[in-house]
């Protein structure tokens, strides 16, 4: 068609000009629609679009987080109204995790899974002084719905004798969690992402009228606060894993 309005001394009859304007058009929609792919496959990777919460700012405990052992001094003289208590680690603790994802990153397009969460107690909450990583769960597991509700089983002997030592007869204590995460839309390498929610109590007492938790991603973490812990991006030495089921 150009070639014919060429020979014609560069001018083109109505219904020739129509076609290549109608050409034209559609080459540059088809552009801008391949751009727009491009755009949507690109935002929907950024980590800064994520916005991960825990429900209530809590992990329930199916039990107590130690076994009481109390022994009775009435045989020891001057002891005979006095009880030793020791508390002892659990065998086993079951807690449930409940998450939410709140912005776009994790929709329909894209595949958010939670890979490890690590957990940091907090002695001295809400500040960083003495932070402490004492377990490493490994979920490995797609938010389904934008949420994640699962039982983990904490069995790790090292993980339960520093609970057991440090808060033997408390119901809960205050933890900040290390969330890791991949985002990916099934094309290109997956994006890590890694959040940090705190304050965030860990026990066998909640309040269901609690607000939630929101994390923050790592690249808004201020690095200079109070703790060599959150240095970017963290990279403990992690005790046995947890288990899940």
């Not at 076609?19 to 980590?47: E, H, K, Y």
């Not at 894209?110 to 002084?129: E, G, R």
């Not at 995460?181 to 609690?210: K, L």
Request: charged share 15%; net charge positive.
């Amino acid at each position: 068609t150009l070639k014919m309005a060429t020979e014609e001394g560069g001018k083109c009859t109505k219904f020739q000009c129509l076609i290549i304007a109608r050409f034209t058009v559609a080459t540059v929609v088809a552009v801008l629609a391949f751009a727009s792919i491009v755009v949507v496959l690109t935002a929907g990777l950024r980590r800064e679009d994520i916005s991960l919460s825990f429900t209530h700012g809590h992990i329930q405990a199916a039990q107590v987080l130690w076994l009481k052992n109390e022994t009775n001094l009435t045989h020891y003289p001057g002891k005979m109204d006095e009880i030793f208590t020791i508390y002892e680690p659990a065998v086993r603790v079951d807690l449930w995790i409940s998450m939410d994802a709140h912005k776009p990153a994790c929709r329909a397009n894209t595949i958010c899974k939670i890979t490890t969460v690590l957990v940091f107690d907090m002695p001295n909450a809400p500040s960083f002084t003495g932070l402490t990583q004492i377990a490493l769960i490994n979920i490995n597991k797609k938010l389904q719905k934008q949420s994640l509700d699962r039982w983990i089983a904490m069995t790790d002997r090292q993980t339960l004798s520093y609970i057991a030592r440090t808060y033997g007869g408390m119901s809960q204590f205050t933890a900040m969690l290390q969330v890791n995460m991949t985002i990916s839309s099934g094309v290109g390498t997956p994006t890590n992402s890694t959040q940090y929610c705190w304050p965030v109590t860990i026990g066998h007492s909640r309040s269901t009228t609690a607000k939630k938790v929101t994390c923050k991603p790592s690249h808004h973490i201020d690095y200079a606060a109070d703790s060599v812990a959150l240095a970017p991006p963290p990279s403990l030495g992690p005790p046995t894993p947890m288990v899940n089921h």
